[in-house]
């Protein structure tokens, strides 16, 4: 008799266990997320590509000695702009010196023997027209003659040889430019072609070498042939990563590609009156991007990452939809949008770690998080 209120009692607690199932289910439903929206703008984007550059002086050489000797003097100032023609070093010039003035007396000497063997030439063939010295006279005495030519022409050989070495003792800077730190010292032992006693690079005009892959040759060609005054092509940012204010203009492509790395290299002509372009420096160099004019640009912070690809969260009514998008480069706060986005579209700016795609949203700034509690992602 008590058992047949059993099903009864099990129905009536079943309806009421669904009840409350659905109104916690009801209770529990995801609120839409506060988020905050901004129109894409479509605006005149300047903007540049990057690449490793190294500063190079567009005239550098090594000085070496040509001739054997101590070292006898040094007339410069370590690290000094040197002009054109000014003393350097001077290298023992006492050998030199005496192998010239030999060689000049050397050179008088077969002159003078020429003079001679000249004149008995000339009488020898007046005394033959008389028939008064037999004909092997004079054959001996143009051979003679012939001889002596020789011999001042040997002379003088040796003696612009013996001049040439006197002169290599001098060494002297081959143009104007910056010379670096001796690397001899007075009464130092050089060798002829061995032994490097400085470096001098010229200062102003200064350039830098990059290497650009070669499918941008032909937009580096065409900047080649742009002739412009002024121009914010080509911007140098310095190791200390301040931006240097002088121009540039392309000074040469190389010949050729390297066919290991399939890259050339280009070189980029500055002014540097103020010398902080130095020879040997690393840098970066901003060459102004094809694509920059009027373009779409979103805040950066819209932006998010996934393995790899871009995407940033819509507003479409109250629905976030998410949209892959093929971003370019940063614009001061904001970043270039090349596709996915058009202007006018309302980006999600800020709640973005609380969205998922197709999620309910309202427009209004997020609650910031309790102390000690952090957001979910």
């Known amino acids: 008799m008590k058992n047949k209120y059993i099903p009864f009692i099990l129905l009536i607690g079943s309806a009421s266990w669904m009840s409350c199932s659905k109104s916690q289910k009801k209770n529990t439903a995801v609120p839409a997320t ?14 540049y590509d990057q690449f490793a550059g190294s500063v190079v002086a567009l005239n550098s050489v090594e000085l070496r000695a040509q001739v054997t000797g101590f070292i006898t003097g040094i007339y410069f100032k370590e690290g000094e702009v040197v002009p054109k023609g000014k003393i350097l070093y001077e290298i023992d010039r006492r050998l030199y010196e005496a192998t010239y003035q030999q060689a000049q007396a050397n050179l008088l000497s ?3 023997s020429y003079n001679r063997a000249q004149k008995d030439a000339d009488r020898y063939t007046q005394l033959i027209q008389q028939d008064a010295v037999a004909r092997q006279i004079l054959d001996n005495a143009i051979a003679t003659l012939e001889t002596s030519r020789s011999q001042v022409a040997a002379a003088v050989a040796a003696v612009k ?10 060494i002297k800077a081959p143009f104007t430019g910056r010379i670096g730190i001796s690397q001899v010292k007075l009464g130092a032992q050089i060798a002829p072609g061995t032994t490097l006693l400085n470096t001098i690079s010229s200062e102003n005009p200064i350039a830098v070498d990059f290497v650009v892959d070669e499918g941008s040759i032909t937009r580096f060609v065409k900047l080649q042939n742009k002739v412009v005054k002024q121009d914010s092509t080509f911007k140098v940012v310095l190791p200390d990563g301040t931006n240097y204010n002088k121009p540039g203009q392309i000074s040469v492509i190389d010949r050729g590609v390297d066919n290991q790395t ?4 280009v070189r980029i002509k500055f002014p540097n009156p103020k010398n902080q372009l130095i020879d040997g420096m690393s840098c970066v160099l901003n060459v102004l991007n094809q694509a920059s004019g009027n373009q779409v ?5 819209a932006v998010v990452e996934q393995m790899g690809e871009y995407f940033v969260y819509m507003a479409k009514d109250t629905i976030a939809k998410q949209i892959k998008v093929k971003i370019g480069p940063k614009v001061a706060n ?16 800020e709640g973005l770690n609380r969205l998922r795609d197709g999620g309910h949203i309202t427009l ?3 609650k910031p998080a309790p102390q000690g509690q952090q957001t979910g992602k």
């Open 161 to 170: 040889s013996a001049k040439a070495n006197l002169s290599y003792s001098i």
């Open 262 to 265: 399939g890259t050339i290299k």
């Open 34 to 47: 506060p988020v905050v929206v901004q129109a894409a703008e479509k605006t005149d984007a300047t903007y």
């Open 364 to 366: 209004g700034a997020p």
């Open 334 to 349: 904001n970043v270039v949008v090349f596709q996915g986005v058009k202007e006018g579209d309302k980006i999600i700016t």
């Open 110 to 112: 077969a002159q003078a």
């Open 297 to 301: 640009v979103i805040p950066y912070k």
